[in-house]
């Protein structure tokens, strides 16, 4: 009977020490369910998010003294797209986009015109071309923003 004592001692400190490690694993879950559901927000607004190019690929203007071109992008997803954050590559050289046909929003279904220039003045190109353009638009959607990316081989056509 001299054992009584400690091992309700013992019994205590399991219990605290029990205690303590399903506070830890149950704020370690709430951690993880949290982020969890916040990526699925995001992956959510990344599907929502959409571009294409109305350009006739095969056939897309080029103005090699300018070092311009001139795109007709689609929203075709189904969230708005920022204007001000879109990016052009083409053959990996980074282009300066800007807005051609003055729009302020850009709504699901909308096309509007962009001016892309080299403005690394690094690409040079005179008769017909085929590179690959990449396209990156981003949504304005309030919390998680979706981001999509669209690589796609065109046709460069000196003016």
């Known amino acids: 009977m001299a054992n009584g004592p ?12 029990a205690g303590l490690v399903s506070g830890v694993l149950l704020d370690t879950w709430g951690d993880m369910d949290s982020a969890i559901e916040d990526r699925g927000k995001e992956g ?6 959409r571009a294409s ?4 690929p095969s056939n897309v ?5 300018e070092k ?8 075709s997803g189904e969230t708005q797209l920022d204007l001000e954050t879109i990016g052009v590559y083409i053959e990996g050289t980074p282009m300066t986009v800007s807005v051609a046909d003055g729009s302020t929003t850009w709504v699901q279904g909308q096309i509007v015109q962009f001016t892309v220039d080299d403005t690394s003045d690094t690409l040079s190109y005179t008769g017909t071309n085929d590179v690959i353009m990449t396209i990156t638009v981003v949504s304005t959607a309030t919390g998680y923003a ?5 690589s796609e081989e065109v046709r460069l056509v000196t003016s």
């Not at 400690?6 to 020490?17: M, N, R, T």
């Not at 203007?61 to 003294?65: A, F, P």
């Open 61 to 65: 203007g080029w103005d090699d003294t």
């Open 6 to 17: 400690s091992e309700i001692i013992l019994l205590i400190a399991g219990l605290i020490v």
């Open 44 to 49: 959510a607004e990344d599907v929502r998010t």
């Open 146 to 150: 979706g981001a999509y990316t669209v």
């Open 53 to 56: 190019l109305v350009n006739d």
């Open 68 to 75: 311009r071109a001139t795109l007709y992008i689609q929203n």
